[in-house]
């Protein structure tokens, strides 16, 4: 049986970072618009006739040109409906221009070569806020939610659309602002707080919850100059500590600092044991690895030097006894439901 021995003890760690960093101002944040359309132009690649909706609006199309067309004549395999979708960035301007990702919805085999239609696209609220037209891209990008040449049924058009309408979002008039912290905790808030009004020397800034933050401009700084100084602010910031496992490829991403409570657990012939006490000596024949990690070579022991043991820790101990990622999960699993393991464990 492999037998792992780990020494317990404690960590806390804190950060130091800028506050535009852990935080973001509440109302300024981006917008998802979206529309429907055709794209057209492609090379007997488009939707077949089995898709009604698009023949319908080959239709509806035509006869805003004023020509009369019944869907069921039209045999066009050049044409493909799809759904476009895009994301508004905070203050937009009118004749900004962005990109736009473009899905086919139908049957359609490609969308290489085509041209989509000029498309409204709309806000949560109904509301026409930008247009998009263009050349679509296949191939050869690197955008968010975009597709590749493996799927050739998402492209891509760049700076494809067009604002139209704004959302307005007046920051220079207001004399309070709110934070938001991307991870709750009232004692970042607090550290937030203490952190802007020290800078300030006065109070400007009141935690209100354990995420949210209350800040009071200035009598002599626009808001805009304000809210400037206070994201460049330095603050100690304590991250909350998380496990991600990606089940699939295996890999796992974990802080070096956190800490395994006491705990005995056995997982096939592996059995791991968590004690509060000082680490036995070297025992005979065995093989240091490093400063901080030991394997004993006969009863397959691991054992750990003072302030090494954590998550990090146990994941590399277990590699070196040739643990497959399927156990190592499976072991840091069963860790977090004993209560061993206090950071939250993310499963992917």
């Known amino acids: 049986m492999r037998y792992i021995l780990l020494l317990l003890f404690s960590l806390s760690s804190l ?3 800028k506050i535009t960093d852990v935080s973001s101002i509440v109302g300024v944040r ?16 488009g939707d077949g006739t089995t898709s009604k909706f698009t023949l319908q609006s080959i239709s509806n199309m035509l006869k805003a040109m004023n020509i009369d067309m019944n869907p069921i004549d039209i045999k066009s395999k050049n044409v493909a409906a799809v759904v476009v979708t895009a994301t508004m960035k905070p203050f937009a301007r009118q004749g900004d221009q ?15 070569g085509g041209t989509l239609l000029m498309t409204p696209l709309k806000g949560v ?20 939610g975009a597709g590749s040449e493996s799927h050739p049924t998402t492209g891509v058009v760049f700076n494809g659309g067009l604002i139209e309408r704004e959302i307005n979002i007046d920051l220079f008039h207001q004399e309070y602002a709110m934070l938001s912290l991307k991870e709750s905790g009232f004692k970042n808030a607090v550290a937030v707080q203490k952190a802007i009004n020290s800078y300030y020397n006065t109070q400007v800034a009141v935690a209100m919850d354990s995420r949210s933050i209350k800040l009071k401009r200035p009598k002599n700084r626009s808001m805009i100059e304000f809210l400037a100084e206070v994201q460049e602010i330095d603050m100690d910031y304590q991250p909350k ?3 991600i496992i990606n089940e699939r490829t295996g ?32 025992p005979e024949g065995s093989m240091e690895v490093d400063k901080n990690l030991v394997i004993g070579m006969n009863e397959n022991e691991i054992y750990t030097r003072e302030g ?6 146990l994941v590399r101990s277990l590699q070196k006894l040739g643990a497959s990622p399927k156990d190592i ?11 061993s393991i206090s950071a939250e464990l993310k499963v992917m």
Not at 30 to 45: A, D, F, M, R
Not at 331 to 338: C, D, V, Y
């Open 15 to 17: 950060w130091a970072t």
């Open 30 to 45: 981006e917008n998802q618009i979206i529309g429907y359309s055709l794209v057209v132009g492609l090379k007997k690649t």
């Open 98 to 112: 962005f990109d736009v990702v473009v899905s086919s919805i139908g049957d359609a085999k490609s969308l290489e």
């Open 125 to 144: 609220d109904g509301k026409i806020y930008a247009l998009a037209q263009g050349s679509i891209s296949i191939g050869g990008r690197n955008q968010r």
């Open 241 to 243: 500590n998380k496990i």
């Open 251 to 282: 890999t796992i991403v974990a802080g070096v600092d956190i800490p395994l409570k006491p705990v005995v657990l056995t997982h096939g012939d592996i059995t791991i044991k968590i004690v509060e006490e000082k680490i036995p000596s070297k």
């Open 308 to 313: 090494t043991t954590t998550v990090a820790n």
């Open 329 to 339: 999960i499976a072991i840091l699993e069963a860790m977090k439901s004993a209560g």
